[in-house]
């Protein structure tokens, strides 16, 4: 790694799993944190640049403020074809905000990623080191299922198009726990940051 270069750690993990809560544990430890979903909801939201190919693509699914997440999300789910072609519209703008971030952290010695999709899109290459965030599967359903708007069935077909849980642990470097108290996630995460970063970026 030369110097002036950033150790990159991917943060993924299946629906519900607990990205955005240790993404948030990572930030709190002063590690700056690409979050993918939130490029997304500022790309489809208002004024957002990809909400007009979005409506080309969906008639219908946005307005004045921008792309109407749950007409989208109707509009795609289900269909491998439709969700294809939404993902060709977003993800290159998501990469392209990715670069702006790696750019303006180039001094940072550790900086995170926090991809949902990071397995389903190839995202391992672009980063150094993969930590996936996991729970039992009870325990995962029961959180998104209590989700307002979610049904089993939505929930079904999000996890028919992500990567196994099972098989995002065997990909890993690092499984960070949600299954646990908060502090033992907490706690996982500062043994990444120390085996990524050590004391005085050595
Ligand atoms: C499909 C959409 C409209 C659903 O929106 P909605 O607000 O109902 O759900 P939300 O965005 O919170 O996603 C719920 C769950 O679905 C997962 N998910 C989202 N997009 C995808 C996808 N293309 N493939 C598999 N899982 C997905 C998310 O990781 C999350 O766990 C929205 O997720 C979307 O625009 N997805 C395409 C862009 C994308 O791939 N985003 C993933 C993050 S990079
Ligand atoms: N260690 C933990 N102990 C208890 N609850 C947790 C823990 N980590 C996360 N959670 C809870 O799990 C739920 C899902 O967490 P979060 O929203 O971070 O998941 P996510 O992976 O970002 O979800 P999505 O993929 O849908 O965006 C939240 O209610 C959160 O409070």
Not at 22 to 32: C, Q, R, S
Not at 102 to 116: E, M, S
Not at 177 to 195: F, G, H, M, S, W
């Amino acid at each position: 790694m030369t110097s002036g270069t950033s150790v990159r750690l991917g943060l993924t993990g299946s629906i519900g799993m607990g990205k955005s809560t240790v993404a948030a544990m990572f930030a709190e430890a002063g590690v700056p944190v690409f979050d993918a979903d939130a490029a997304v909801h500022r790309l489809q939201g208002p004024g957002g640049r990809v909400v007009a190919a979005i409506e080309a693509a969906f008639p219908g699914t946005s307005g004045q403020g921008g792309v109407n997440r749950t007409a989208l999300s109707e509009a795609v789910l289900g269909s491998e074809t439709a969700m294809r072609l939404l993902e060709s519209i977003v993800h290159p703008a998501v990469r392209e905000e990715r670069a702006r971030f790696v750019a303006d952290h180039a001094d940072a010695p550790l900086i995170v990623f926090d991809v949902p999709l990071l397995f389903e899109t190839g995202g391992e290459q672009a980063v150094d080191k993969v930590a996936v965030v996991s729970a039992a599967e009870p325990v995962q359903r029961a959180r998104v299922l209590a989700r307002a708007g979610m049904s089993e069935a939505k929930l079904d077909a999000i996890l028919a198009r992500q990567v196994p849980d099972a098989e995002k642990r065997a990909r890993a470097d690092f499984v960070i726990p949600t299954d646990v108290p908060l502090e033992q996630t907490r706690a996982a995460v500062a043994a990444v940051i120390a085996c990524l970063q050590p004391p005085g970026g050595g």
